[in-house]
């Protein structure tokens, strides 16, 4: 059996500085509704297209200096990168801040959760 190799830690750049950053999570809403139809079977026939919603939610380190003004962000290029050689980088465009908040715990260093949404994705 051959020994197989999975996708690992990521990096974040935001505008191409690179972010330190603990967790992040991407989602996609495809915008398909189902479309409800009367007829005998008494089922839905089918769906319709619809707008893709990007939001992304990240967990970044709250550095004592050069952190960026997360609040600020409108029409970013947001990338993730495999660490690991010959991975595929995926990138969001026109990325703006929807939300920001801190944690501070006495385990853990100071966290900075951002969400964002994003206009368009794509496969680099």
Aim: net charge neutral.
């Amino acid at each position: 059996m051959m020994l197989q190799e999975y996708a690992g830690a990521i990096v974040l750049e935001v505008d191409g500085h690179e972010v330190e950053v603990i967790e992040l999570s991407p989602s996609t809403k495809t915008g398909r509704k189902l479309v409800k139809t009367m007829n005998k079977t008494g089922r839905a026939k089918g769906f319709a297209g619809g707008v893709a919603e990007y939001d992304l939610s990240a967990t970044v380190v709250i550095p004592l200096a050069g952190d960026l003004d997360w609040e600020a962000i409108k029409g970013a290029k947001l990338t993730i990168y495999p660490q690991a050689p010959g991975g595929k980088r995926e990138s969001w465009l026109d990325c703006f801040t929807t939300e920001v908040g801190e944690k501070y715990s006495v385990d853990n260093e100071a966290r900075r959760d951002i969400k964002l949404s994003a206009l368009r994705k794509i496969r680099e």
